[in-house]
C-alpha cells in the first residue's frame, strides 16, 4: 500500500492533511501511533463506510480488507468532530451510518461521502454546520492555570497527556528520518534521545518497526508512509 497526500487549504485549523490508498488483496498493516484524528472514508465494491478513527497510543497491526480504496482527513490536534471528541475514540474506532445511497450520518446530518479532490469542502460544510470546531490548545496555556489544571484541560481536548504527545510525535519524526536514509545518532542528537537503546524503544512501541528496518525499507505494511511535521508536538 503507497499513500498519497496532500495538505489542506482550510483555513480556520481544523485539518491539516488529506491522504488516501488502495488495497489489492487482504492482508494487515501496522499502524503507528497517531495525536490527532483521523476521518476515514472506505469503498469496498461500491460500498461505503466511514467513521472516527481517534489518537493511536501504541503502534497496532489492524486487518486491511481486499479490494478497498481508503480516504482520510487528518483532523488537527485541538479540533473536535462533534459528538466525538478525541478522548472518547482513544485507541478506537467510531463507526458513523451510512444511507442505502452511500450518504454519511454525522451530528444528525447527512453528508455526501467526500472525495480525495473534494475534501476541503466537505471540510467547510462541516465547520459551517458547527460540527468540526477548533479549541485552542493555546489559550490554556496562555491563561496560566496550575499544572495539573492544564494537564487536565489538554487531556480533555486531545484525549492525551502533554507529555504523550511529545513522545508519539517525536517517534514518528524519528522513523520518517530513519526512512529518509539517516543513521541513529543524528536522529538521537537531532531529537533528544538518551542513547540508542531510548530510541529503539519508542520506536517499537511507537512506530512497530526497527531503526535497520526502517532504513532497509521494510514499511511497506505500514500506516506511516507520508511525512509529518519534523518538530515534536507540531
Same mark, same amino acid.
Given at each position: 500500500?503507497?499513500?498519497?497526500?496532500?495538505?489542506?487549504?482550510?483555513?480556520? +485549523?481544523?485539518?491539516? %492533511?488529506?491522504?488516501?490508498?488502495?488495497?489489492?488483496?487482504? +492482508?494487515?498493516? &501496522?499502524?503507528?501511533?497517531?495525536?490527532?484524528?483521523?476521518?476515514?472514508?472506505?469503498?469496498? %465494491?461500491?460500498?461505503?463506510?466511514?467513521?472516527?478513527?481517534?489518537?493511536?497510543?501504541?503502534?497496532?497491526?489492524?486487518?486491511?480488507?481486499?479490494?478497498?480504496?481508503?480516504? +482520510?482527513?487528518? $483532523?488537527?490536534?485541538?479540533?473536535?468532530?462533534?459528538?466525538?471528541?478525541?478522548?472518547?475514540?482513544?485507541?478506537?474506532?467510531?463507526?458513523?451510518?451510512?444511507? *442505502?445511497?452511500?450518504? $454519511?450520518?454525522?451530528?444528525?446530518?447527512?453528508?455526501?461521502?467526500?472525495?480525495?479532490?473534494?475534501?476541503?469542502?466537505? =471540510?467547510?460544510?462541516?465547520?459551517?454546520? #458547527?460540527?468540526?470546531?477548533?479549541?485552542?490548545?493555546?489559550?490554556?496555556?496562555?491563561?496560566?492555570?496550575?499544572?495539573? &489544571?492544564?494537564?487536565?484541560?489538554?487531556?480533555?481536548? &486531545? +484525549?492525551?497527556?502533554?507529555?504523550?504527545?511529545?513522545? $508519539? *510525535?517525536?517517534?514518528?519524526?524519528?522513523?520518517?528520518?530513519?526512512?529518509?536514509?539517516? *543513521?541513529? %545518532?543524528?536522529? =538521537?542528537?537531532?531529537?533528544?534521545?538518551? *542513547?540508542?537503546?531510548?530510541?529503539?524503544?519508542?520506536?517499537?512501541?511507537?512506530?512497530?518497526?526497527?531503526?535497520?528496518?526502517?532504513?532497509? #525499507?521494510?514499511?511497506?505494511?505500514?500506516?506511516?508512509?507520508?511525512?509529518?511535521?519534523?518538530?515534536? #508536538?507540531?
Amino acid at each position: 500500500m503507497r499513500f498519497e497526500h496532500r495538505d489542506t487549504e482550510i483555513d480556520a +485549523g481544523v485539518t491539516d %492533511r488529506v491522504w488516501r490508498t488502495r488495497s489489492d488483496t487482504a +492482508g494487515t498493516m &501496522t499502524s503507528a501511533a497517531r495525536t490527532c484524528c483521523h476521518l476515514i472514508v472506505t469503498r469496498t %465494491r461500491g460500498r461505503v463506510h466511514a467513521g472516527l478513527r481517534g489518537p493511536e497510543t501504541r503502534a497496532t497491526t489492524v486487518p486491511v480488507p481486499p479490494e478497498t480504496e481508503f480516504l +482520510g482527513i487528518r $483532523i488537527t490536534l485541538g479540533a473536535v468532530l462533534r459528538p466525538h471528541p478525541a478522548s472518547s475514540v482513544i485507541d478506537g474506532f467510531a463507526s458513523f451510518p451510512v444511507t *442505502d445511497s452511500g450518504r $454519511i450520518m454525522i451530528g444528525g446530518q447527512e453528508w455526501e461521502a467526500p472525495t480525495y479532490e473534494n475534501a476541503e469542502q466537505f =471540510v467547510r460544510r462541516l465547520r459551517d454546520a #458547527g460540527l468540526l470546531v477548533r479549541s485552542r490548545l493555546e489559550d490554556v496555556e496562555r491563561a496560566r492555570p496550575a499544572r495539573r &489544571t492544564v494537564q487536565r484541560r489538554y487531556r480533555a481536548i &486531545t +484525549g492525551l497527556s502533554p507529555t504523550a504527545v511529545t513522545q $508519539i *510525535d517525536r517517534a514518528n519524526a524519528a522513523a520518517t528520518m530513519l526512512r529518509d536514509g539517516l *543513521d541513529w %545518532r543524528p536522529v =538521537v542528537a537531532t531529537l533528544g534521545y538518551f *542513547d540508542q537503546a531510548h530510541l529503539a524503544h519508542a520506536l517499537r512501541r511507537y512506530v512497530g518497526h526497527t531503526a535497520r528496518g526502517l532504513r532497509a #525499507g521494510d514499511r511497506a505494511s505500514m500506516s506511516f508512509l507520508y511525512k509529518t511535521h519534523p518538530r515534536p #508536538g507540531s
